[in-house]
Antibody, heavy 123, light 106 residues
Framework: EVQLFESGGQIVQVGGSLRLSCVASGFSFGMYGMAWVRQAPGKGLEWVAGISGNNEGTFYAASVRGRFSIRRDNSKNTLTLLMGRLRPDDTAVYYC????????????????WGQGTQVTVSS | VLTQSPGTLSLAPGERATLSCRASQTIYRDSLAWYQQKPGQAPRLLVYGASRRAAGIPERFSGSGSGSGFTLTITRLEPEDFGVFYCQQYGGSPFTFGPGTRVDFK
């Protein structure tokens, strides 16, 4: 069974930094692209960042480029989102999600999702 | 940019739901997915590649369309089919979501 477990969400001040982690199990982690998707309170889904299975490709939404960094450690089945220069509009539930295809690509539909971790940026 | 219509759909169980997703430009290789999200839950993949049902998704959910116009159809709505439905394009980064269509019951 595929499982994705996010952690690291907390209340942080404007301008601060945060590290989110997602531990995966139940599949060959290194064969799948992964992504972070967020959802602000009462709002829709916003794709944040994606990474290929072999770590060679990373992709970002314009709203986070230059402030966030997506990384993965295939030896530990772990996906990470490093968040810096945080702003109030980064407040959201952050979901870790797995590509639907085992083709290494980050350009895939997202077939499995974690339950999310809450990030609150306070001014 | 993806736009979805209508914003809200109020229907009765047993009715047919037709949700639209339109892109501002052609989506590469029809790389378009649909998701359902219920309150307090993570999204669930319904359709990928514009028309391919994801594993375990009932046959009453079907996707169609190509290029820049796509449709999700739910034939004979079941009570558990409420929620917000999002389309997402993954043909080119950033892999954006549409604003969603809320389906609720009369």
């Amino acid at each position: 069974e595929v499982q994705l477990f996010e952690s690291g969400g907390q209340i942080v001040q404007v301008g601060g930094s945060l590290r989110l982690s997602c531990v995966a199990s139940g599949f060959s982690f290194g064969m799948y692209g992964m992504a972070w998707v967020r959802q602000a309170p009462g709002k829709g889904l916003e794709w944040v960042a994606g990474i290929s299975g072999n770590n060679e490709g990373t992709f970002y939404a314009a709203s986070v480029r230059g402030r966030f960094s997506i990384r993965r450690d295939n030896s530990k089945n772990t996906l990470t989102l490093l968040m810096g220069r945080l702003r109030p509009d980064d407040t959201a539930v952050y979901y870790c999600a797995k590509s639907n295809y085992a083709d290494n690509s980050a350009a895939n539909a997202l077939g499995h999702w974690g339950q999310g971790t809450q990030v609150t940026v306070s001014s | 940019v993806l736009t979805q219509s209508p914003g809200t759909l109020s229907l009765a169980p047993g009715e047919r739901a037709t949700l639209s997703c339109r892109a501002s430009q052609t989506i590469y290789r029809d790389s378009l997915a649909w998701y359902q999200q219920k309150p307090g839950q993570a999204p669930r993949l319904l359709v990928y590649g514009a028309s391919r049902r994801a594993a375990g998704i009932p046959e009453r959910f079907s996707g169609s369309g190509s290029g820049s116009g796509f449709t999700l159809t739910i034939t004979r709505l079941e009570p558990e089919d409420f929620g917000v439905f999002y389309c997402q394009q993954y043909g080119g980064s950033p892999f954006t979501f549409g604003p969603g269509t809320r389906v609720d019951f009369k």
